[in-house]
């Protein structure tokens, strides 16, 4: 992974930047921080959620944390293993009901 830097004002470059800070900002503004590490501890918890906890549909269903440490094949295909597996038992319950 390189670190790219955008040109300001180019919407092909900015336009996922500005997108996580309108998450950030629509996320953090729902509540009143009265002190200013109260802010901070806020911002870090959201980014914590962010690459570590919520589920990014772009990525496969995975976590930025996931991908940029290389585990995402993995939990793609143990997902794969367990669908197909829950498939056959679904499969094996409906022929032994029909029986």
């Not at 501890?41 to 549909?57: D, K, L």
């Not at 772009?58 to 940029?68: E, F, I, K, M, R």
Request: charged residues 25%; hydrophobic residues 35%.
């Amino acid at each position: 992974m390189t670190h790219i830097r955008g040109a300001p004002c180019h919407p092909q470059m900015q336009g996922k930047v500005e997108r996580w800070h309108q998450t950030l900002k629509n996320r953090i503004l729902l509540e009143h921080a009265y002190l200013p590490g109260e802010l901070e501890a806020r911002v870090g918890a959201f980014i914590e959620h962010y690459n570590h906890r919520r589920a990014h549909e772009s990525l496969g269903n995975l976590t930025p944390a996931d991908v940029y440490f290389g585990r995402g094949e993995g939990i793609l295909a143990e997902r794969k293993r367990i669908k197909r597996q829950t498939l056959m038992d679904r499969r094996l319950h409906h022929q032994a009901q029909a029986a």
